[in-house]
Structure formats: C-alpha cells, structure tokens
C-alpha cells in the first residue's frame, strides 16, 4: 500500500478529478495545480486531509501544501491520476491561461520590468541628489546652487549625469535584454538589438520634438528614407521590438538545421528585427507610448485630475498586493522621458507612506503584545523605506481596518499632491526618502502631503482599532511575559511532532496569536540547560518569521522558524543531521533529519524554484550524513535578485521530532555555523 493512498484518492476526487488538472507540479512543500475550473475544488475538504497543511492561489495555480514528502506524495498522486507531471516553467505557462489578457499583459510587464528595478531606483536617487547639488539655488540670496559656487560639486554632478543617463536614456536596452531572459532565447542579441535602438548614431529620442522635421538624419536607400532616430527612454517602442526579436529567434532555431544554427538563427533573428525596429514597431511603438503617457498626464492635469488621483492612491495599495503595480513602472518611464518628471510616481511614495502609518499605529495599538512588536516595528520601518510586503500581508491584510485606513490616507494625500502638480524628478525610493526625487520647487507641499499621508491613516487606524482589537490582539495571550531583554528575541515554537496546521491556516488565515513570545526563567533558552541548539545556516540578519514574504512560510502553516536575510551565499548545516529531501532540479532547498527525530527546511529566497537551479550548486544528496558547519547549498544573490525574487530565507522545523520547548532566537546578525538561532530541550 503506498504511504499516502487513501490522502491522494481523495485530492483527486476533491479538486474536481483528472479531467480539471491541466497540469500539475511541485515544490519542495507544495503541490501546484493548474485546473481548468478552480470551482470544482472543494477547498474546505482539502485542507481537512490528514497530509494537508493547507491551499491557497496564487498566479493562477492552486497550491496545496505537503510538506517536506511532497516529493513521495507528488509521485503517488500522479501515478494514481494516470497524470504526467510538467516541469515548473510548464505549469507557470499553464497557469497564465486561467488569467485574461489583461492579467496576463500586467503579469509579463512586471516579469520584464522585476529585473530592472533596482537600476531604476539607484538611478532616480542619483537624479534626486543631483537636483539637489545642481537645481535647487541654496545660496547667494536664491540665486546659485552648490554646483554654481564649488567645483567639486560642479564635478560631481557632471559626473553622476553618466550613471542617470546610462539609466533612464538607455533603459530600452535592459528592457530588451529582460524580455530575452524571460523568453529563453538569446540574450547577447538582445542586448544588441537594444543598442541599436540608442546608438549615438541616432538622433537622441530627447532631441526630436526640438528638432525641425527637415533637419532628422535619413538612411537613403534610393527607393526610401528611414528616419535615424533613437528610442532613448521610450518603453513601449522597446518592448515591441524585444519581442519581434524574440519571435525572430523563436521561428528561424525551429526551422534551422542543428549544424547551422549557430551561424544562420542570430544573422536571420537579428537583422530583420533591426529593420522592423526602426521602420514599424519602433515609430509605432513610440506613438502608442507617447499616446498613454499623455492619457495619463492629461487625466491627472485635467479638471478631473484630483478625482483620477483619489481613485488611485485608493487602489494602489490593492494593486501592489496583486502584483500588478509594476505596470506603473513602464507608466512612469514613459511620463519622466515626454515631460521630464512624473505626477503619477509621488503618488506611489505617499501611498507606502500611509500603510506605514497604519502599521504604525497598530504598534501602539499592540505595544504590551511583544509578538505583535516583533512584527510590526519591522514592518513599519521597512514600509516607510519603501517596501510594503512585509506591512501588507503581516499587518494590514491580517486586520483589515489599518489596510483601509491607510487606503482613506493615501487617497487624501494624493489628490492634494495632484492638485498642486508635485513632480518627482524620476523614480525614486517609495517611502520617506522618495522626497529627495521630488523636484524642489515642490518640496514645501509634498511634506504636506506627507504629512496627512502619516497622520490620516495614523488617527483612523488608532480611533478604529481602539474599538475592534480585543484584549487578546492588544495585550497579547495571558501568561506572556515580554521579550528578553535586549536585541534578540526569543519565541517559543508550538509546531507538535504529529499536529497538523489548524483547519483555519488554509488560505493563510492562520492564528498568529497562538504562540507567545517568552523568556521565562525556568525555560531552557534561558538557563542553560537547553537540551541541543540549532546554528544559523547563513551569514545574514535572523528576522522573525511573520515577517518572510510568503503566506505559506509566515503564518507557520509548514511550522515555526526564523527567517533570514542573507549577506553570505553559502547554506550550511545548523547541526548534525542526516540529508531527507533535496529539490535535485532546482536546487534552492534541501530537508534534514536529525537523531532525535528533528526535520529541519532550509528554502533559498521566495518562489525560487522557477529559477530551475540557475544561480544554485546543491553539495549533497538524499541519505547524505552531515555535520554542523558542512556545506549544503551555495547561491547567486545577483542571480535571485535579477529574477525577481527576494533572498529572504526560510529555517523551519518541520516536525519536533522528540525535542520539546523549542525556542528560536531572532532579531539578531548570526555567523553560519557560530551564531545559535534555535535552542531545544
């Protein structure tokens, strides 16, 4: 009899059968569906099984969390449902058509521009600061800036001009590069094709409005005049041409013989799509771009521009937790290379601002609940630096009110943005910092509009949840005693050797109050009789676990951990242990068994496992026995980061095994192999 039969005969009857899976993968906790109707799951049902932790969707495939056996469970359920499994970049494929055309187009968008954005960010704070040592006339009664009277300003901000300008006016070149990563083909060619579009041959995008139409350079070719215009900071003219070349490439390596290919697919993919490029996507591309960007300015500069704002710092928060808030970033490119600055990005800055804020008062809210301390300080912190995830899913979502509050919040404050015109230079950081973008003739009113979009949310989410938190959520569960004493934390894990996750976890709905933080004399974190300790695998910061942007990982439904922000590339062994699963395609996880029973995940970064193993080296195999220290997993940061996925590492115990007490120690800077990070008696 197979370990999981009568668990694996009921998900197929339960997800609507064979003929509702269109494909069907794995991870190394989850299985991955993609169903022709996700109706035909009965959710409920499935979350009750005993091999079941719990389901939820996202990007179109239903997932159902295993655990560490998902491997074993994966291969009955497949046998059994006569079923062949795909590969993940299959199934992703799949999934994309339980999405409509819409979705899809938004999907791809943040797919290309993931990659790019942390150029775009470094390069709007590059253009910020040079506005402020170049624009902004500090001295001399208003009349000269610190370039004007100091030499060495004047050097520097010549010379930060070559980084914002490789940035912002040869972004079709990442743009084309990205697309050809995200397709699977060539991605020198991509490159290329994405110079050609700004070469200094060219005629500077900038330039062509100021340029009289009888002064453009021409290719003469007898018959036909081609214009020799650039594309400098045009998105949509590079994503159309990307693609022509990826399409190109595509058609020409099917129908070409493996020996020639080498020579004929880059001459036939590349030449055409240059061509094409310069004489009709890129004219029409440059139309259809222009085109959005001035519905967008015109909407928000209109008479109705403060209501269009109102609307969209309402949303934008909803948007973000879709994913679909990347496409603002083509929006903004486009809006920053036609009117040299954009209304639409401060918009975005003063929203994250506001969910800040509501995190903010849900820490005074919860200031005598040290669990909820460990969740939100960070989040604020890290929400008002511009990354929203952690406030969204660990807070706002969770209680719903302050993602209100701060949706009320943000929409004030950006129609009173849009109303006085504020303009960011560029994109920027999205949170307190964002005002180094912001042209300086606006600063006066955008800290006004920071201002409400700190103090809105602040009240409403304070007056709302004096009245709807109870006790419980205030002050914590009874007999929790506080955090110990300086930076670290510690906390008390009740993942049960043979408990499965309570029925409410599915969908990430778990109760985080059902474990307390502690620091109790007697326990065995605190005096010295622990039992075992637990090393950190990697050198980085131990962060607490609600605070990993994974619902699966954060609301403990696979178990308690820690969460770890790396600064090394190299997993090793917290102890001695011997190897139970490994991801030997992706590489990105590995599972351990210890002698008393203990399993142990280590998962590398978040929804990594589409990376299909690019960027990681697996060191060991089922059935290997390691030590404390041993290397298990090494990794490229670059890799993961130009991928878009966040490094955030997750360090579970899956199961106690026959450990009791188990305490975990975050907050804290550990040393792989020094620094203890769980402790058990």
């Known amino acids: 009899m197979a370990k999981y039969e009568q668990d ?33 799951a009965d959710t409920e049902a499935i979350g009750k099984l005993p091999s079941v932790k719990g389901t939820f969707t996202q990007a179109g495939q239903y997932q159902v969390i295993i655990g560490n056996d998902v491997s074993t469970f994966y291969n009955e359920f497949t046998a059994y449902a006569g079923i062949e499994g795909v590969s993940k970049d299959a199934a992703k494929q799949a999934a994309k058509t339980n999405q409509n055309v819409v979705q899809r187009i938004m999907s791809s968008l943040g797919e290309i521009f993931a990659p790019l954005i942390p150029a775009l960010i470094c390069g709007g704070l590059i253009l910020g600061f040079r506005n402020i040592i170049g624009e902004i006339n500090f001295f001399n009664n208003g009349t000269q800036s610190l370039a004007d009277i100091s030499q060495f300003w004047a050097g520097t901000y010549s010379f930060l001009w070559l980084i914002g300008e490789a940035v ?9 590069w990205s697309i050809t990563k995200k397709m699977g083909t060539t991605q020198i060619l991509g490159i290329v094709l994405g110079l050609t579009l700004v070469s200094s041959q060219l005629l500077n995008g900038f330039s062509v409005a100021s ?9 003469d070719f007898g018959f036909a005049k081609v214009q020799m215009i650039g594309y400098q900071g045009q998105v949509i003219a590079a994503i159309m041409a990307g693609f022509v070349l990826v399409y190109l490439e595509k058609f020409f390596r099917k129908i070409c013989p493996q020996v020639i290919s080498m020579i004929v697919v880059p001459f036939c993919s590349l030449l055409p799509a240059v061509i094409i490029a310069h004489t009709i996507v890129g004219p029409i591309g440059w139309k259809i771009g222009n085109f ?3 519905v967008v300015y015109g909407g928000l500069t ?20 879709t994913g679909l808030h990347h496409m603002t970033n083509a929006i903004d490119s486009q809006l920053v290379s036609l009117y040299d600055g954009t209304n639409l990005w401060p918009m975005i800055a ?18 005598k609940n040290d669990r909820a301390k460990q969740i939100n300080i960070p989040a604020c912190i890290s929400c008002y630096l511009g990354v929203t995830e952690p406030a969204l899913f660990g807070v706002n979502l969770k209680y719903v009110f302050p993602l209100v509050c701060g949706m009320i919040g943000s929409a004030i404050a950006a129609m009173v943005s849009v109303g006085f015109g504020v303009q960011a230079v560029s994109i920027g950081v999205g949170g307190i910092p964002g005002i180094l973008s912001i042209y ?15 103090v809105v949310p602040f009240v409403l989410t304070f007056l709302v949840g004096s009245r709807k938190l109870s006790a419980a959520d205030r002050y914590g569960e009874a007999g929790e005693s506080g955090a110990a004493s300086g930076d670290a934390v510690i906390s008390e894990s009740t993942a049960a050797s043979t408990d499965k996750a309570p029925a409410d976890s599915v969908n990430g709905a778990a109760d985080d109050t059902a474990s307390g933080s502690t620091a109790s004399g007697n326990s ?21 676990i609600e605070e990993i942007p994974d619902e699966v990982f954060s609301q403990k439904i696979m178990g308690d951990g820690v969460g770890i922000e790396p600064t090394g590339n190299t997993v090793y062994a917290p102890a001695d242990a011997t190897v139970g699963v490994v991801m030997a395609d992706s590489k990105h996880a590995c599972g351990l068994v210890m002698d008393n029973g203990m399993e142990i995940l280590i998962h590398v970064g978040i929804d990594t496992v589409d990376m299909n193993g690019d960027g990681f080296e697996l060191f060991v195999k089922e059935g290997d026995r390691v030590k404390t220290g041993d290397p298990l997993i090494s990794f490229t940061p670059e890799k993961i980061k130009a991928a878009g996925h966040p490094m955030t590492t997750a360090f579970l115990i899956t199961d106690n095994g026959s450990a009791s007490d188990v305490r975990f120690i975050s907050n804290q800077d550990a040393k792989a192999g020094q620094t203890v990070i769980a402790e058990y008696a």
């Open 292 to 294: 959005i960007a001035d």
């Open 440 to 454: 300086s003739q606006y600063w006066g009113i955008f800290l006004v509009c920071m201002l409400i979009a700190i």
């Open 350 to 367: 003063l929203s994250n601002i506001a969910q800040g804020s509501a995190v903010l008062a849900m820490s005074v809210l919860q200031k």
């Open 168 to 176: 912002f006016h040869l972004l079709p070149v990442g743009i084309v």
């Open 524 to 544: 065995a974190a605190t005096d010295g009789t622990a039992a075992g300790t637990l090393k950190s695998p990697l050198d980085g910061r131990i962060i607490p």
């Open 302 to 321: 209109s008479g109705f521009g403060v209501l269009f704002a109102g609307v969209f710092g309402l949303l934008y928060a909803p948007i973000v937790m």
């Open 8 to 40: 694996v005969q009921a998900l197929l009857r339960l997800i609507g059968g064979k003929e509702n899976i269109r494909a069907v993968s794995h991870c190394m906790t989850r299985m991955r569906f993609v169903l022709a109707d996700e109706k035909k």
């Open 211 to 219: 340029t009289p139409a009888d002064q453009i350079p021409v290719w």
